[in-house]
């Protein structure tokens, strides 16, 4: 009788061990992969994946949804940029944004689309070290609550965001954060920066961060784009929504950012000062030209009047040099470094470490005549994505070291 029974018992251990077995789901490389949730796996896992392979998965949820993604497991060869075995995640199929590079066994929180598309791709060099990684999907409503590897929506009177693994380590590379703070209709946004360290370049091209006014990025709608070691100003939104960008290339890294943020009332001052966030037009002696006409240009080229008054009549005032100038058909687009920025409004300031500089329309190439390399000074008025724009009429005037005339700027009172 025991016999039997212990007979029984050991065939039951074992088919129930085959039948696990069996049941245990078998990864590929890559597929296209639908529905509301599921898995992913490197190939063979929880075995080593597999030398010199690079595999897609294709993810698709309900319209309407988007794409959650949370790493249960992860075990590749581990580098601090991640050269040599990698999952890279995107915001979408072709084209995408990325949203990260990961390798190594630190997990990321939730990864989360802006639609209903994500695509995974795990890239293995010659040498394999490690299980690979298991990631679970799930379709989840835009927006949703819940802690997210970076990114996401910001809704509260006030809070903080930061660059991923602040304060511990340096940002990593290969990613894309996006932050879309919402107030309440008639209030305004306010941004600090407590401490920003972001991969250095004279023009922001690798690792950098931008902030734009309203829901989605446009060039229209951008107010500045920043990097290395200088905290930027504080910057206010002209409206309810600001959304906050930030990505880092796949080669130096640094400590990244923490940024604080709250809503104040739309005609709350800046700073304690009573100038109004978004300034009001002057009135002028001229009618404001902010576009090109054939007869504005055919005006002769004579300016009249004062720093003075030129000063209190415009919107923006500024020196610096000119760095650029680009033909626009009967235009110029000219930008200018900024040395001494005396009013501000809303023209649209790119800050890189700690050089500023602007875009600023001429309206007639000859009027007035401006050439890279010099010093001016330049008055004018903005247009509606932040250029500054100057007529024939406006206060433009070269400059080589003249302290007299910049003292007269820092003191004239409207």
């Known amino acids: 009788m025991w016999t039997v029974t212990w007979s029984v018992w050991v065939l039951l251990v074992f088919c129930s061990v085959f039948g696990e077995r069996q049941r245990r789901p078998v990864y590929s490389c890559g ?72 390798c190594g066994a630190a997990r990321p929180r939730a990864l989360i689309s802006n639609h209903n598309r994500m695509q995974v791709v795990m890239v293995s060099d010659a040498n394999t070290a490690g299980s690979g990684f298991l990631a679970g999907y799930a379709a989840v409503q835009p927006n949703a609550r819940g802690e997210r590897y970076c990114g996401g929506l910001l809704d509260k009177p006030s809070g903080s965001f930061m660059t991923p693994n602040w304060p511990d380590r340096d940002y990593p590379p290969g990613v894309t954060c996006s932050w879309h703070i919402v107030a309440p209709e008639h209030q305004v946004i306010e941004l600090m920066f407590e401490k920003f360290d972001v991969e250095r370049d004279n023009y922001c091209r690798y690792d950098h961060m931008v902030v734009y006014n309203g829901v989605e990025p446009s060039d229209a709608s951008r107010i500045g784009k920043f990097c290395g070691d200088s905290p930027p100003a504080p910057i206010f939104s002209k ?85 650029s100038a680009a033909m626009r058909e009967h235009s110029v687009l000219a930008t200018f470094s900024i040395a001494n920025l005396y009013k501000e409004g809303t023209l649209s300031i790119q800050q890189a470490g700690k050089s500023m500089s602007t875009k600023v329309i001429i309206l007639c190439k000859k009027c007035p005549l401006v050439r890279r390399g010099l010093n001016y000074i330049v008055m004018g008025h903005v247009d509606e994505q932040g250029y500054g724009v100057v007529s024939p009429h406006s206060f433009v005037i070269a400059f080589k070291t003249n302290k007299q005339r910049e003292a007269v700027l820092s003191n004239v009172r409207c």
């Open 31 to 102: 597929g296209n992969m639908t529905g509301t949730s599921g898995l992913i796996g490197s190939q063979g896992y929880p075995g080593v994946y597999p030398p010199n392979t690079k595999c897609v998965w294709r993810i698709t949820v309900p319209q309407g949804k988007v794409v959650s993604l949370t790493f249960r497991s992860l075990d590749l060869e581990s580098d601090g940029l991640c050269r040599y075995d990698y999952v890279d995640v995107y915001d979408g199929f072709i084209k995408s944004q990325r949203l990260g590079r990961f």
């Open 239 to 323: 409206g309810s929504h600001l959304f906050i960008q930030f990505i880092s290339d796949l080669s130096l890294t640094a400590d990244g950012f923490i940024c604080h943020y709250k809503f104040k009332p739309k005609n709350s001052t800046i700073t304690g000062s009573p100038v109004p966030i978004t300034a009001p037009a002057p009135t002028s002696a001229h009618p404001v030209a902010l576009t090109y006409s054939e007869s504005l240009c055919k005006q002769k080229c004579k300016r009249s009047g004062t720093i003075e008054s030129h000063y209190c009549l415009s919107n923006f005032v500024l020196t610096g040099t000119l760095v």
